[in-house]
């Protein structure tokens, strides 16, 4: 086999042309992708990077000069044909499932988007990775997986449990049982980063051999798992195997000894329905309280009083957004280079009556309990009646947040849509973003209702870019007007060595598409400097004023000094 140089020269592969563009190209995994593969006309690898070792078995040098279909598990050969027909067509194609072929061991199957580009020579560019959405045997969509576990992700396990109630009207038995690791962080720092991915990959077997058809387990957190099972579910058994697990991975031989709490799922236990909100109350306390195992310890006997505290927050936030009585904030978008505000998001701000929770925790909580749609609605409305109250022909324009469980719901379009009808002048002052608080699962659905939006004059902006496992994914399919860059991705870019050039690069892309980029969280004049260098056109943080009910504060608290030294040392 010729060495890989010839094989690239033979292949027509003009680095010094290719590189500004593979430079975009790359960057997409600083945000997405496990493995990156690009291909000439023909559909032959001509370059790859990445987990290349780690998913295929072969190195870089050994995949270039092979099709594609090489590359692939035999099943799905014909399907990655067809991907490649659909982006000759369309110039690309939206994520899918597909598996690898990989001699050394079994890969699950990976989430695949991909572009082909025709001013460069029609080449296609692939960007897989071992998390996303995964498809059912009936192409059902189906949860994200963990990437470390194989487990589903923590959402699901309320579904998991939602699903089993037909079979419980039939007299089966079925349980759902909450498991912790104290300890877990300790150990982590005893092991290998190799050591600690195979221990957790090896965690996740067991739990999913203990769940329904082992597909009914889920991991809630870094130390805690949740699983949904039969009666012959047997925890000494699982304990032990943990345990042993931990012992063997454990340098000092320790281990841990996991804690479980089991609670029978009986509809009729709960009095009108309180299953869902008891159980998705407990799964969520769970998940955030700090004492894990005291918890366990209490919740069998506390499972009706959970189920009473879900209703009773369910209906304590129904209340809150009939009578209104959430407050709104705003925060401003400033023009990287002119310090001029170009708009306002609106943030939201929960009475002191919902606690200490966190504004994300109660958004979460409207999302888990069904309740979202309502509240983007309830919000939406309000910043329209703020603006009613701004001078006439003022220029001041408001972001308004959008969930992603919104956006998969066409009853929330239409509603939204009418009261925008009802509201024609927002026009041009109103926008919207849509947040990843939940993952969007009908991409084309969810471009649809951003293309309305846009049609009728409203701007969607795509927010916490760089934070989750979706942006590639949401970038090939969603057309938007802005990406809003996630703070600490921003931040990880400017300590990273290369960060800069890849970040260049993603903006690169951006401006090719004619997409406009904000950054988040640019809290000192480092952070500014960074992203003006990179070439950011907007930021957004604490160093131009915390967020406000009074917009007028703005004026004092942007500091305008910095933006004359700019243009000064411009200038200059």
Known sequence: MRPAAARRAHLGHPLSIMRSERDRFVALAFCWADLLIELNEHGVVIYVAGAVQALTGLDSDALIGHAIEDVVAPGDRQLVAKLLDIARKRGRFETTSMRLKNAAQAIPPMSIAGYRLDDLDGHFFLAMRRTGVLHGENGAVMAPRDKDTGLRDGDALVDMVMNQLAAVEKGEKRGMTLIALPGYADLQERLADTVDRQLLAAVGDCLRASSLDGKTAARLGSDRYGLVHGPDFDFDRLQNQVAELTRDADPSSLGLSPEAATVEIDENAMKGGQLTEGLTFAINQFRTFGDATGMLQSLPAQMSSLARQGTESVGAFKQL??????????????????????????????????????TF???TFAERSGLIIDFDLAMAQKVITWLRTTPLNSSISVAVNISGHSVDSPAYLARLSSILEDNPWTRGQLMFEITESARMQNLSGADS?????????????????????????YLASLDVDIVKLDGDAVRGAQKAHKGKAFLRAFLGLCRELGVVTVAEMIDDEAGLDFVRECGIHYVQGYLFGRPSEDIRVFKKTVPAELFRRKTTRRTA
């Open 361 to 363: 925790e109660q958004i």
């Open 321 to 358: 957004i009939a009578s209104g009585g959430f407050g709104t904030v705003f925060q401003p978008i400033i023009d990287a280079r002119t310090g001029a505000i170009h708009h306002y998001e609106a943030l939201t701000r929960f009475p002191d009556s919902f606690g200490a929770s966190t």
């Open 449 to 473: 209702f951003i293309q309305h939006l846009r049609r009728q004059g409203y701007p969607v902006c795509l927010d916490d870019f760089g934070a989750g496992a979706a942006n590639f994914e």
